[in-house]
């Protein structure tokens, strides 16, 4: 069986929905359908949720709300009149604004969008609405996988077919808890995984991951196949297709993802693998994907081998500052710890008094301004001379390299250049490894 996800642009207004349901009835393998509340469309500027959550602000300061409950009210009242089907919207809506008065929590007003949105589907799909409070729980943000995979379970008929919405579930206390933003991916790999599903597809509006930005190397390639781990190396990849954390459970129970596009259902999408079940690749490279505004703390310091207790002295100051490192490269007498400039923005001083006082280095340089490349392939384990291509690429462009890493995996070469260079790297090697493929 199949569990199909269909993010907001899929859902925004009565045509979208017309769509959806030709893509989910041509296969009655499809026996869960995961919905997100209506996002935007040409004519819709707002997201449902971004509108509930405006809801809740002015609420929660007393405000009257009236004028932006008006325009959800009217989005889905549209909806289930172009769609002509049976339900009073009328009175669901009124529940949730008498909710909203009567100081009903942020999430569980967030929560409503999907919540509408599923029970408008089942209705025009003639399945049955399966309310993601009885099956999905979750404690700090978080899904308690063991009770959720219970209830679903428990709840879920597999001669039957269900419209269940994203994004939330109970929590302890047994009210309305919500995921972090895009939420609703989670919800449908939690799904998945939980009914050991054949795959997971992911309804959205693009047709899968490209290979590079568009708008850096103008062309628009599909990655046609990736695996888990590969993605999570290109997770600087600008758009974000899927939620971060709807892989792992997914990846757990070794079920394939599809990335797929409802505007055009013949595309052939993104399908994402576990990492054992596709050694190898046609191309050596499968994406590259990167990001700029790194800001560098290079720390030198002679024999810094020798304190056993070095490292660990640095890196809790970056601990006791709350500040992620991306990548650490280092070198006999030199480390140099890469995060993203919005960071540590303001705390530069104090990182390296810190670090002076804890480690007496000989030095310590801060410089801003350097992009991050991720090249990634699992094809690139068993070729040769990938890094060499890279680098070819850069030195005919005339871009210097400021630091480079390969992760342990082999399958991702990670470099470092100036901002003002990305843009030509990316294109440069992009181009180069095209060339090789002809
Ligand atoms: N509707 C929620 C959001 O806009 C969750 C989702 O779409 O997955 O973040």
Redesign the pocket.
């Given at each position: 069986m199949i569990v199909s996800k269909f993010?907001?642009s899929s859902l925004s207004n009565a045509s979208q929905f017309e769509k959806v349901k030709t893509i989910v009835l041509n296969n009655s393998e499809r026996k869960v359908v995961v919905v997100?509340?209506p996002?935007k469309s040409r004519e819709e500027k707002h997201?449902?949720?971004?509108l509930l959550l405006m809801c809740y602000q002015l609420a929660s300061h007393k405000l009257n709300f009236d004028e932006v409950f008006g325009i959800i009210k009217k989005r889905f009242k549209n909806i289930v009149k172009d769609l002509n089907i049976k339900l009073d919207i009328d009175k669901e809506l009124e529940i949730i604004h008498r909710e909203i008065i009567g100081g009903a929590s942020r999430e569980f007003i967030?929560s409503r969008?999907?919540y509408l949105n599923a029970k408008i589907l089942a209705n025009f799909l003639d399945f049955d609405f399966l309310d993601a409070k009885d099956i999905i729980f979750i404690e700090n943000e978080k899904a308690n996988m063991e009770k959720s995979f219970k209830a679903i379970n428990s709840k879920i008929d597999l001669e039957k077919h269900y419209v269940v919405p994203?994004?939330y579930g109970s929590g302890i206390d047994s009210k309305i808890k919500?995921?972090?933003?895009?939420?609703?991916?989670?919800?449908g790999a939690i799904i998945a995984a939980a009914l050991d599903a054949e795959l997971y597809e992911n309804w959205t509006d693009v047709s899968g991951f490209l290979t590079a930005d568009p708008k850096i190397v103008l062309e628009e390639q599909t990655i046609k196949t990736v695996t888990y781990r590969e993605l999570r190396e290109l997770s600087y990849m600008g758009a974000p297709v899927l939620?971060e954390e709807a892989i792992f459970p997914v990846k757990a129970e070794q079920i394939p993802i599809k990335i797929l596009n409802t505007n055009r259902p013949q595309d052939s999408g993104t399908l994402i693998l576990p990492d054992e079940s596709v050694n190898c690749s046609d191309n050596i490279i499968t994406g590259i994907s990167g990001k700029k505004d790194f800001t560098v703390i290079r720390i030198e310091k002679v024999f810094m081998a020798e304190d056993l207790s070095f490292y660990r002295k640095v890196l809790s100051v970056f601990e006791t500052n709350d500040i992620k490192i991306e990548h650490m490269p280092t070198s006999i007498d030199t480390v140099s710890f890469v995060v993203a400039s919005s960071e540590i923005e303001g705390k530069e001083k104090k990182i390296s008094e810190e670090i002076a006082i804890y480690t007496s280095p000989d030095n310590i340089f801060i410089s801003k301004g350097l992009a991050i490349i991720a090249v990634v392939g699992r094809g690139m384990v068993s070729a040769k001379g990938t890094s060499a291509i890279i680098f070819t690429a850069l030195a005919e462009n005339n871009i210097n390299i400021r630091m480079i890493s390969q992760g342990s995996s082999e399958m991702n070469i990670i470099i470092g250049v100036l901002n003002e260079d990305f843009e030509a790297a990316i294109e440069a090697i992009y181009k180069k490894f095209k060339e090789l493929k002809k």
């Open positions: 993010g907001g997100s509340a996002g997201k449902v949720t971004d967030a969008g999907e994203g994004f919500t995921f972090s933003r895009g939420g609703s991916d989670i919800s939620h």
